[in-house]
Every structure is written in C-alpha cells, then in structure tokens.
C-alpha cells in the first residue's frame, strides 16, 4: 500500500457552479470555499502531512476586475476569520506564488504564515498568484545569480516546494483534463485524478475514494 505525504489539488469548477445553481460565478467561489473546509478536515482525518491547493494562478489575472476583488476579499475574510482555527488545528499556513498583492493583503498573508510557522500537523500550500514555468525560471535564475550547477537536486531546491516532498497524488475536479501551469516540475511522477465533479460538489467521500484507490496503484518510477 502507497502511503499519502502530499496532495495536490485543482479546485476547478466553482464559476461553472455558481452560474448552474445561483446565476453568478462569485457565489460559485463562496460555496467552493466550503469544499476547502470539508477537504482540510478530510486530510487532517488521514493524517496527510502536505495539501497543496490551486486558488489563484498567473494567468487568472485575466479575468473581469470585479471577479478577482471578490476572489481576494474572500481570501481575506478567510484568513481574518480563520487564522485562530489553523493555529488550534496545528495547521502551518504557507504561501506559494509571488507575494506581490496590496500592501494590506501582502501583510495579512505574512501574518498567517508567521503565526502559523511552528505548526506541524498538517501543511497547508496556498498556491497564488502561483505559475508553474515562473517558479521555473525563478529558479534557475538563482542557481545562475549564485554560480551552481544545473542540476535536478538545485533545480527542487530552489521551487517554493523546496523543503516538501512532491505530491503522490494530484486531483483535478471540474471535468477538465490539463495541468494550467501547476506544478509542472513536482508532478513528474504524481498519479493524477480527473474529477467530473465541480469544486462546490465535491465531498469528503470522493476524495477518499481517491485516497483509497491511490494506495493500490503500483508505483514503478521507471522500474518494473
Ligand atoms: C476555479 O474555479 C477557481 C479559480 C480559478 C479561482 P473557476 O473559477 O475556474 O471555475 P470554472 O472553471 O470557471 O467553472
Ligand atoms: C486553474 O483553473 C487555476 C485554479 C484552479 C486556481 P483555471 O480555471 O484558471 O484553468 P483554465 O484557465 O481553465 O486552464
Ligand atoms: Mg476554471
């Protein structure tokens, strides 16, 4: 049996949700927020050290203004309202993406990862304003600013993963098959799940039922 030290997580499909169930993609946003609730307590349950989730990507900066406000003020009341729960939970909060948001955001995500450094039942990756071939060249560029080689080992070093291991499992809802710039280097060997079902429907029992079909895949990393 696999055991479990990291999932990835798209959460896709709360515009799509919003605008079948409530006429609006915002509220799509709000339900799919529950998901993240019902997900953390589900992985937390299966003693699962790592939870990467997909929440804002650099190309999601595409879309209307007023979808993105809502998008980060909701991250906001989340933390705001939240933190203290983390921090019962043992939960450490960490950041992956470029911090680069307004200066009262910035602050109240240094904040959450500050309070939250000690914590070590369960880490949390909130991937914003997260790009795959970004952390790439960030990377690199470091590895060339100080003089190393090109390699695999300096390469992982240098991603925001760098401490972590890369993700077992790599879940997709949504009922779309693609990566949109997630992870591309950590998933080399992941299984990856595509679920049809939409964020804001997706429950504890079908992420077990993941869990559980992960343990019994044999593995082989390029051997037989
Ligand atoms: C994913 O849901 C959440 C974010 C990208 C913030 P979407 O907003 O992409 O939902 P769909 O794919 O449009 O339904
Ligand atoms: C990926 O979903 C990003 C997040 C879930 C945060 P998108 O909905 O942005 O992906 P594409 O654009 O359909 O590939
Ligand atoms: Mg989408």
């Known amino acids: 049996m696999n055991s479990i030290k990291h999932v990835a997580i798209i959460m896709d499909g709360n515009g799509r949700w919003g605008i079948k169930y409530k006429k609006s993609r915002n509220l799509g946003h709000k339900e799919g927020l529950k998901t993240v609730e019902k997900i953390i307590k589900a992985t937390l349950k299966n003693k699962i050290k790592y939870l990467t989730l997909y929440a804002f990507s650099t190309e999601n900066w595409k879309r209307p203004k007023k979808e993105i406000n809502f998008l980060f003020n909701l991250l906001e009341n989340f933390l705001l309202n939240k933190i203290s729960d983390l921090i019962k939970q043992n939960i450490k909060l960490k950041i992956i993406g ?31 304003n997260y790009g795959s071939k970004s952390e790439i060249i960030s990377a690199l560029n470091e590895i060339k600013k100080n003089k190393l080689k090109i390699s695999e080992s300096n390469i992982s070093k240098n991603l925001y993963t760098k401490t972590i291991p890369d993700p077992d499992i790599l879940i997709r809802t949504g009922n779309t098959k693609r990566l949109s710039n997630f992870l591309l280097w950590q998933l080399a060997y992941s299984e990856i799940f595509f679920e049809k079902k939409l964020w804001p429907d997706f429950i504890e029992k079908d992420y077990i039922r993941i869990l559980n079909n992960f343990k019994k895949i044999k593995r082989n990393f390029g051997n037989i």
């Open 98 to 128: 470029k911090k680069n948001f307004s200066s009262k955001l910035n602050k109240l995500l240094n904040l959450s990862e500050k309070k939250t450094i000690q914590n070590s039942k369960l880490q949390i990756n909130l991937a914003l």
